[in-house]
């Protein structure tokens, strides 16, 4: 019997490897496109969102550099799959909670989730009105899956001292960092096409 291909990026020994290899693509499509989990694109999930290209949440998460234990937010977190990969990356005692706009696939990401016996990581609706979720001292890690025009100042806001966070903005890969001292430093990382940000 021929063993399935290893998905883009699983290659390596480092942690988003193994993360990689330890959360099947396929739990977190729609069964239409579950035989094609294996490919190096994204995938449609409907609303007129997709499930990232698996090398290019290998790229994000290796920019991100998530420790164990680390407190992350997941903006755009659709079908739930890159949430499970956080929940991987930070284990038992970390903290991941990935939001979503469309209600319909809120349910249905936190539903696929729950498979992943992760209770340290949630799914859940976006708040009306507000962008990310704003937390007591701030996240560690925010990973970004859809694309602004401009770098939002309320999820800065919303980064730890200390902190990083992965966005494409017009399609240019940033990494914004927060210093202990709270000054933000942004670099580019390539380029990547993303679904635009909605925000409600």
């Known amino acids: 019997m021929r063993s399935a291909p290893e998905p883009p990026g699983a290659r390596g020994d480092d942690a988003v490897a193994t993360a990689m290899r330890a959360v099947d693509r396929r739990g977190f499509l729609p069964r239409a496109q579950r035989h094609v989990a294996g490919a190096d694109r994204p995938l449609p999930i409907g609303h007129e969102q997709t499930c990232s290209q698996p090398s290019t949440v290998v790229a994000m998460l290796r920019l991100l550099q998530v420790h164990r234990g680390a407190t992350?937010?997941?903006?755009?977190?659709?079908?739930?799959?890159?949430?499970?990969?956080?929940a991987h990356l930070v284990g038992p005692t970390g903290e991941v909670l990935g939001?979503?706009?469309?209600?319909?696939?809120?349910a249905w990401g936190a539903a696929n989730l729950a498979r992943q016996a992760t209770p340290w990581a949630q799914v859940v609706p976006a708040t009306s009105g507000t962008l990310?979720?704003?937390?007591?001292?701030?996240?560690?890690?925010?990973?970004?899956s859809a694309s602004p025009d401009e770098l939002p100042g309320e999820l800065v806001e919303q980064l730890a001292p200390g902190g990083r966070m992965v966005i494409p903005v017009r399609h240019a890969m940033l990494l914004v960092e927060r210093s202990d001292d709270g000054a933000v430093r942004t670099t580019e990382h390539g380029t990547y096409s993303f679904v635009p940000l909605v925000q409600d």
């Open 132 to 144: 990310g979720s704003p937390r007591d001292g701030g996240w560690q890690r925010i990973l970004v």
């Open 99 to 106: 939001v979503e706009l469309v209600p319909e696939i809120a």
């Open 72 to 86: 992350v937010l997941d903006v755009g977190s659709g079908s739930g799959w890159t949430t499970a990969l956080l």
